[in-house]
């Protein structure tokens, strides 16, 4: 009998978006609650948020085997897949939102059971409740879910909101990892063109949510326990810490509730691997440490890494430090058994 083959190369940020019929997301919402509108042949379709298109989108989302059979040729060995961010249904009352989030999840350990070795899957929760995000996050971990998946703000509350402070306390004590992902961008209108909301409010949201957690105090709230990671490459967080740590060192308005110098964090949560230029990530794993980045490729959406893991092995790094990001890390950051 052949050994079981070592895993190489776990993808931890990969999204799907289950066959949803817009009668299934009337459930939710019946006017704007996403579901999946099939077209042609059925091997593409389109996110529909009520009637109206949002994204066009492949048969890679949503069938496992195809999923699959497009690792094998990418090499992936385990990909971890999550809610496509308009799946929160973060701005619906709170108990309808915590009956679609258990639906989902349900549906991603469905997805998952196709090729359970080689197919994991993250929660989403109602992050609107306290107790009820709780409970989803704890349940879905019993069920068979690695960790939770959560936006980066609900609303107007960011990462330093009391509450989402309590959620990551209760991740951190339950032994639940997260997945900060970012949403819902910030636009006043005047990104309205060239996917410039991705492009310019993406990386400023999601070093936003970092900054939120060092500079408030959070992280002196939160157990170290806590696994923690930003999706995206922590954003623009990397390239301007530098200006952060300025700031704290010259304006007694940044030190007031950070107690020490805010690159002294970094040790208390993981980026993944998702920026796309080699000198990018050699600076990514310079602030970071070359054990708290996790390769991540946003499969498969357009703006995601089209080889996965490519941009690991081509950036001039050691294999010690390849393979780390490639696999051992994530490894150690879920708790896998390999």
Request: net charge negative; proline share 7%.
């Amino acid at each position: 009998m052949n050994a079981p083959r070592m895993v190489q190369k776990i993808d931890m940020h990969a999204h799907f978006f289950p066959p949803i019929t817009r009668e299934e997301a009337a459930a939710l919402d019946p006017v704007s609650a996403p579901w999946l509108r099939p077209e042609g042949d059925g091997s593409t379709g389109q996110i529909m948020a009520g009637d109206k298109p949002f994204r066009p989108v492949d048969a890679t989302l949503w069938d496992p085997a195809l999923r699959v059979r497009q690792m094998d040729r990418h090499g992936v060995d385990v990909q971890i897949l999550c809610a496509t961010p308009i799946m929160f249904g973060y701005t619906y009352p709170a108990q309808a939102a915590a009956d679609w989030a258990a639906r989902m999840n349900d549906l991603a350990l469905e997805h998952c059971a196709h090729a359970p070795s080689r197919l994991k899957a993250l929660a989403q929760v109602p992050l609107q409740d306290l107790d009820l995000a709780c409970r989803e996050a704890s349940r879905s971990r019993a069920a068979g879910h690695l960790g939770v998946q959560i936006g980066n703000h609900v609303g107007p509350r960011d990462l330093d909101d009391d509450t989402l402070v309590q959620f990551l306390i209760h991740c951190a004590n339950d032994g639940i990892p997260v997945l900060v992902h970012p949403w819902d961008m910030m636009t006043d209108g005047r990104m309205k063109r060239w996917m410039l909301p991705w492009l310019v409010a993406m990386p400023a949201e999601t070093q936003l949510g970092i900054l939120s957690l060092i500079l408030s105090g959070a992280f002196e709230r939160i157990p170290r326990s806590l696994k923690l990671c930003f999706a995206h490459g922590g954003g623009s967080f990397a390239f301007l810490l530098g200006r952060v740590d300025n700031a704290w060192r010259h304006r007694d308005i940044i030190r007031q509730d950070c107690p020490q110098l805010p690159s002294s964090y970094t040790n208390r949560f993981y980026t993944d691997s998702a920026v796309f230029d080699p000198r990018a990530l050699r600076l990514l794993i310079d602030v970071m440490g070359e054990d708290r980045v996790l390769l991540g490729s946003d499969y498969p959406y357009p703006l995601g890494e089209q080889e996965v893991g490519r941009l690991v092995t081509h950036a001039g790094l050691r294999p010690e430090v390849q393979q780390k990001i490639l696999c051992r890390n994530t490894v150690e950051f879920f708790g896998l058994d390999q």
